[in-house]
Structures are given as C-alpha cells and as structure tokens.
C-alpha cells in the first residue's frame, strides 16, 4: 500500500513468506514486468509416491494457510464477509 501512497506506478505488491511457524510474511513491491504473465506451478516432488496426496512438505507450507476455523455471519442464508457503512468515508 505505501507505493501507491507514494505515487510508484507499475508495481504490484509481493508476498513472500518469512517462516512457517511462527508464520510471518513481508510485503514487498516488485516491478510488474518481473511478475507478468508468470505462474508459479505446485511442485510435483510434493505429491506423495501414491499419486493421491501430499507429502509433509506440502502440509507444512499449506498449513499455516487453510489452519482455524472462520465464523461466518449469514443474512438470508447469504454469506455476509463485511459491511460497509456511512463512517467508512471521509467524503
């Protein structure tokens, strides 16, 4: 958020993992021609000898990600993820 506050065009904002447990990330901007058009595929090492799982690899990077339990508010039997409100604005 602070390249755009600081008026840097061109970059998209990176998220690169610092440790697994404690799990810590660092934001960081990145030219967008770097990122462009790139994927990053799921490593096949991380498939068990099966075929039909993961390894603990695998489960110890997804972990941090998918652990925990999110209550969900529901009106009308719609999710609600968030609400915005007049005092959001400074308008």
Known sequence: ???????????MMTIRRVSNSPY???Y???DVKL?????QCFPEK????QG????????????PLIQGEE?????NGIPVHFVISD????C
């Open 46 to 49: 991380w498939i068990n000898e």
């Open 71 to 75: 209550n969900v508010r529901y009106e």
């Open 24 to 26: 810590k990330v660092e």
């Open 87 to 90: 005092d959001d604005f400074d």
């Open 52 to 63: 039909n799982g993961i390894d603990s690899q695998a489960n110890e990077y997804f972990m």
């Open 28 to 30: 960081k901007p990145v």
């Open 1 to 11: 958020m602070q390249a755009a506050l600081d008026g840097e065009s061109g970059v």
């Open 35 to 39: 990122c462009a058009n790139r994927e």
